[in-house]
């Protein structure tokens, strides 16, 4: 994630930002407006907030997301990233091209292809990045029906197929205590001599 991050322009990393740290879909992005943005400010440092997901923008159509209006907790990197938006105008667009104009319908998706192959990186698409999101909230330890409302997925058997490439994880794990047992086994073996 940090190498599509460095990547990319600072117009391009408040965007890629947004759906990294806070798993919104690409449309959903397109239309976030500075009201739906409230930091948490300490020592004058952004650290914190939420976001409100009020609605999405399709083919220049302004439509309410399917599970509803949701609020998604803004990180302490994604923070970081809005820390000027409360300079902005109260509806103007939080996510904006080079230019500053809002992202058409399929920028968002053209300026990833560019950031990513500057980065180096083969085989990803501008979803890796709410993937990314959704898989870091399970990694956490956040219970699996909050990361369902936060992505705004309307069943939880959408949220439960992030699980499984949590599976990497557990494999990891396993060779890890596989990995400690045998220490163990051998420093015990070597005590007894």
Same mark, same amino acid.
């Given at each position: 994630m940090r190498r599509i991050l460095e990547a990319a322009s600072e117009a391009h990393r408040r965007s890629f930002a947004i759906m990294a740290y806070a798993g919104l879909r690409p449309n959903e992005v397109r239309a976030l407006r500075r009201r739906d943005v409230r930091l948490r400010w300490e020592r004058g440092e952004a650290v914190g907030g939420? !976001?409100?997901v009020r609605e999405g923008q399709s083919h220049g159509q302004t439509h309410t997301p399917k599970t509803g209006q949701r609020e998604v907790p803004i990180a302490a990197a994604l923070a970081r990233v809005f820390g000027s938006v409360e300079r902005e105008l109260r509806d103007g667009f939080v996510a904006v091209n080079d230019r500053g104009e809002p $992202?058409?319908?399929?920028? !968002?998706d053209q300026a990833f292809e560019r950031v990513r192959k500057r980065a180096? !990186?083969?085989g $990803? #698409?501008?979803?890796?990045?709410?993937?990314? /999101?959704?898989? #870091? $909230? !399970?990694? /956490?330890?956040?219970?699996v029906h909050v990361v369902q409302r936060m992505a705004g997925h309307k069943h939880l058997s959408t949220t439960q197929r992030y699980v499984h490439y949590l599976k990497e994880d557990l494999e990891e794990a396993g060779r890890r205590i596989a990995r400690a047992a045998r220490g163990l086994a051998h420093a015990q073996s070597s005590h007894r001599e």
């Open positions: 939420f !976001l409100s $992202w058409g319908q399929w920028g !968002l180096g !990186l083969e $990803w #698409s501008v979803y890796c990045l709410r993937h990314y /999101a959704i898989t #870091s $909230w !399970l990694r /956490a330890g956040v219970p």
